[in-house]
């Protein structure tokens, strides 16, 4: 294992402080950041060094709670380094460039903890300083992309500076441990492969219900509806995971062609089906844990906010290929829920096993119906990581298995294109749900129609 740097742009900000850092701290604990490495924290304004050291160990000690350990904080933070960057000018770049030669020496990881707008000029001055050899990676994050022609422009941005071995594009949900499992489930388990279709499962359901409303980013979330913030992200990747053919191995690329081939097999939303698939609604007042809470339109009057976004959807998928013909993948996923949980269902039809239930959080658990010997798979007691700390892990050793690959961001895209322009077509209803509830009535009836419910926590 050789020393190697980590630049953070944006290095000072929430996502920095409040994931990387933590992240990076458990890496640094594993003994996974060699000696000499250096972590550099990149922010517009001027920071002295031990000031940002400073910062950290407050912040880590905020968010790690009973997980800091004062000495092993203060080793970590002794890897920190600031500089203060303005990426508009030549000389911050040269800067830069000065501290990181000679250039290609050791493997540079540059994480993007900015706005997607600051993509081009980064990149654009990555390349001109001549600071993206082929040992550098590229790390970013959603929002990559706001329709399938916004994600090709990023994809061009990115792939002028870096190939495309190089670039690492995080889905939070692909760090999560419980997702991850899934694979782990299906193809080195493998108990319940031969039983992975349409002969034997009637549906499977997939849920992330989150009780926060759109709090401070009724702005972003109004624009985005949860369509584009979590269908065409989290909840796609699961969905992959779920529906996907075995690989050959599970290589990253095998793992990810695979994938492809899913968000190709999806059929598309139209005019004409639209309203058979596609529920989608805003919350209303209602109660929250025995507090009142106001609805969706109230918390945005006033603030020159369209209050047009979806806060909850529910959607029929069908995946058109031979495994999965007739077997409806039933996702929903809100705002404003009667609780926080993500979760798998896979009903089957088969008299022996009924019913397979993944729990990806806040348990990390898999159910049986009927019970297993093996059942509570993973109830150690041992700390989760966090999906910084596996993604970051990753990207150190150079594994792009849980990332996503341009092509897979494209074809999903396509698809959630088509669902968008459906529904502006047709003008469909945008139905109300109480807050604290489990979304509207209407997302029940998708089920209905094929005999199926909703299997409740
Ligand atoms: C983010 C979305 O990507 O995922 C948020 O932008 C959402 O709106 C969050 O709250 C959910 O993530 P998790 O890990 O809390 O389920």
């Known amino acids: 294992m050789k020393a190697l740097d980590i630049v953070i742009f944006g290095g000072s900000g929430d996502l920095s402080l409040r994931k990387l850092m933590p992240a990076l701290y458990f890496l640094y604990g594993q003994g996974r950041l060699a000696h000499g490495s250096r972590i550099v924290g990149l922010s517009r304004g001027k920071i002295p060094r031990d000031d940002f050291r400073i910062l950290v160990l407050e912040k880590l000690k905020l968010y790690l709670g009973p997980d800091y350990e004062k000495s092993q904080a203060l080793a970590f933070v002794e890897l920190l380094d600031y500089m203060d960057l303005d990426i508009s000018k030549i000389e911050s770049w040269d800067k830069l460039a000065t501290y990181l030669s000679p250039v290609g020496a050791r493997e540079v990881i540059y994480y993007m903890a900015v706005p997607p707008t600051l993509f081009g000029t980064v990149c654009e001055q990555l390349n001109r300083t001549g600071l993206n050899p082929?040992?550098?990676?590229?790390?970013?994050?959603?929002?990559?992309?706001?329709?399938?022609?916004?994600?090709?422009?990023?994809?061009?941005?990115?792939?002028?500076?870096?190939?495309?071995?190089?670039?690492?594009?995080?889905?939070?949900?692909?760090?999560?441990?419980?997702?991850?499992?899934?694979?782990?489930?299906?193809?080195?388990?493998?108990?319940?492969?031969?039983?992975?279709?349409?002969?034997?499962?009637?549906?499977?359901?997939?849920?992330?219900?989150?009780?926060?409303?759109?709090?401070?980013?009724?702005?972003?979330?109004?624009?985005?509806?949860?369509l584009r913030d979590m269908i065409q992200n989290h909840l796609m990747q699961v969905l992959c995971f779920l529906a996907m053919d075995t690989p050959k191995e599970l290589s990253a690329d095998d793992v990810r062609d695979q994938k492809v081939a899913v968000v190709q097999s999806l059929r598309s939303v139209t005019a004409k089906n639209v309203a058979d698939l596609v529920v989608r609604a805003q919350y209303g007042p209602g109660d929250m844990a025995g507090q009142?809470?106001?609805?969706?339109?109230?918390?945005?009057?006033?603030?020159?906010?369209?209050?047009?976004?979806?806060?909850?959807?529910?959607?029929?998928?069908?995946?058109?290929?031979?495994?999965?013909?007739?077997?409806?993948?039933?996702?929903?996923?809100?705002?404003?829920?009667?609780?926080?949980?993500?979760?798998?269902?896979?009903?089957?039809?088969?008299?022996?096993?009924?019913?397979?239930?993944?729990?990806?959080?806040?348990?990390?658990?898999?159910?049986?119906?009927?019970?297993?010997?093996?059942?509570?798979?993973?109830?150690?007691?041992?700390?989760?990581p966090d999906a910084y700390e596996k993604l970051l892990g990753d990207v150190m050793t150079g594994d792009q298995s849980y990332f996503v690959r341009h092509d897979e961001i494209v074809a999903s895209w396509q698809w959630i294109d088509g669902i968008r322009k459906a529904w502006d077509e047709t003008k469909l209803e945008i139905h109300d749900y109480t807050s604290g509830s489990m979304g509207p009535e209407a997302s029940d009836k998708i089920l209905a129609k094929s005999g199926h419910k909703w299997v409740e926590n």
């Open 292 to 384: 009142s809470v106001s609805g969706y339109a109230q918390e945005i009057k006033g603030k020159n906010i369209a209050g047009t976004g979806e806060t909850f959807i529910a959607l029929k998928v069908c995946v058109d290929n031979d495994r999965w013909r007739d077997v409806p993948f039933y996702l929903r996923t809100g705002k404003r829920l009667s609780a926080r949980y993500a979760r798998i269902v896979i009903e089957f039809r088969d008299a022996d096993i009924k019913q397979v239930i993944l729990n990806i959080q806040p348990d990390m658990t898999i159910q049986f119906d009927p019970p297993v010997v093996h059942e509570a798979v993973v109830a150690e007691d041992r700390r989760i």
């Open 134 to 226: 082929s040992n550098s990676r590229l790390v970013v994050e959603k929002p990559l992309g706001e329709d399938m022609e916004t994600a090709e422009a990023v994809n061009e941005i990115l792939s002028t500076s870096f190939r495309e071995e190089q670039i690492y594009r995080i889905d939070h949900y692909l760090g999560k441990e419980a997702v991850q499992n899934i694979l782990a489930f299906r193809f080195e388990d493998g108990t319940l492969e031969p039983f992975w279709n349409r002969d034997h499962i009637e549906n499977i359901q997939i849920t992330v219900a989150e009780t926060v409303g759109v709090e401070g980013r009724a702005e972003f979330l109004d624009r985005a509806g949860i």
